[in-house]
């Protein structure tokens, strides 16, 4: 089997776009049907909505698979995407240092910019139904696994890769983090998003591999929603 011609140009670009446009045109089409049957909720992400759950977690697999097909279009995909081993203890220590400085930062922001406000993620009273903790169970693996493993493949393997490649490694770290953060659609939350997009990207660069990325960025979720839940104490 012979090796796929490499991209350059335009039509690099629109393949390096396709997830994205693929899978925000998922979740559009299938919130569309769905709340054609069934209530969604309006301008917040509820976490006991297991329609809004259920394609939520869909998208993330569609961005998945989006991800791994426009790699195969540039090249080998674990080449491509950086999926490689790194050396253990030094990964681990630079993770560690990572998350630290993710969290201190966005602390730091959050009183000026107040984008985790802006994101509207609506828990309150809990229902008490099956539906709702089947919702809540989906949820927390979406925004702590599924959007960690996922986003790393695009903006710190996909992105980062082919912005390396063509403009050096400095542009590969901005751009990827500017990317990350204007992919998010949220204007009051950017700050914080381009800063952890410039940690996780500086992490990349440490380490060649995608994967620390992974396990900061699932942490830092996490961190988050517990937060958000002891806040509604």
Known sequence: MSAPEPRRGLTLWLLLSLPLVVQFGFVALAASLI???????????????????????????????????VARRIGPPREVLAIR??????????SVL???????????????????????????????????????????ITITAGAALT????????????????????????????????AHFQPNAFPTLFALGLILGLLRLRTNSFWPGVGVHAAN??????????ALR
Request: no cysteine; proline share 4%; glycine share 12%.
């Open 151 to 182: 986003e790393e493949l695009y903006f710190r393997g996909l992105l980062y890769g082919q912005l390396g490649q063509r403009w050096g490694l400095a542009s590969a770290v901005v751009g990827s983090a500017g990317v990350f953060g204007l």
């Open 98 to 140: 990572a998350l630290v400085a993710g969290v201190v930062t966005a602390a730091a922001l959050e009183p000026i910019f107040h984008g985790s406000a802006s994101q509207k993620l609506a828990l309150g009273v809990f229902p008490g139904t099956t539906a709702s903790l089947i919702a809540v169970v989906l949820s927390g």
């Open 221 to 230: 979720n996490l961190l988050a929603l517990v937060a958000l839940l002891l």
């Open 85 to 94: 081993r790194t050396p253990l203890g030094r990964a681990a220590v630079l």
């Open 35 to 69: 709340s054609r049957v069934t209530d969604l909720p309006e301008g917040t992400t509820s976490f006991y909505s297991l329609p809004q759950a259920s394609i939520l977690f869909a998208a993330y697999i569609v961005f998945g698979g989006a991800i791994w097909f």
